[in-house]
Nanobody
Framework: QVQLVESGGGLVQAGGSLRLSCAAS????????MGWFRQAPGKEREFVAA????????SYAEYVKGRFTISRDNVKNTVYLQANSLKPEDTAVYYC??????????????????WGQGTQVTVSS
């Protein structure tokens, strides 16, 4: 098993930036591909970004491409989401997730095995 703890959320004005972190503990972190998802009030949880075990391959949802960057540090057992040029519609609880599926990156939340508790991001206009 792996335990995930997100941090770094907060209140920011539109156009601002935040760096979310997700610290992992438990089994070997580098054995997992990692993803970030988000859920706004009254909406379904949606894919944001994913990264493979080495950090060499990434995938982004169209609505964050060019603004968000996912990265990981396998020494620190941490995955990051750098969110720039934030918009009010980015307001949501952001979750990190881990999957043992490593043959390809997936945006399907059902294919992720472990989830963090989430961190709130609020973007004011």
């Amino acid at each position: 098993q792996v335990q995930l703890v997100e941090s770094g959320g907060g209140l920011v004005q539109a156009g601002g930036s935040l760096r979310l972190s997700c610290a992992a503990s438990g089994r070997t972190f580098s054995g997992y591909s990692m993803g970030w998802f988000r859920q706004a009030p009254g909406k379904e949880r949606e894919f944001v970004a994913a990264i493979n075990w080495s950090g060499g391959i990434t995938s982004y949802a169209e609505y964050v491409k060019g603004r968000f960057t996912i990265s990981r540090d396998n020494v620190k057992n941490t995955v990051y989401l750098q969110a720039n040029s934030l918009k009010p519609e980015d307001t949501a609880v952001y979750y990190c997730a881990a999957t043992t599926l490593t043959r390809y990156l997936t945006a399907n939340l059902r294919e992720y095995d472990y989830w963090g508790q989430g961190t709130q991001v609020t973007v004011s206009s």
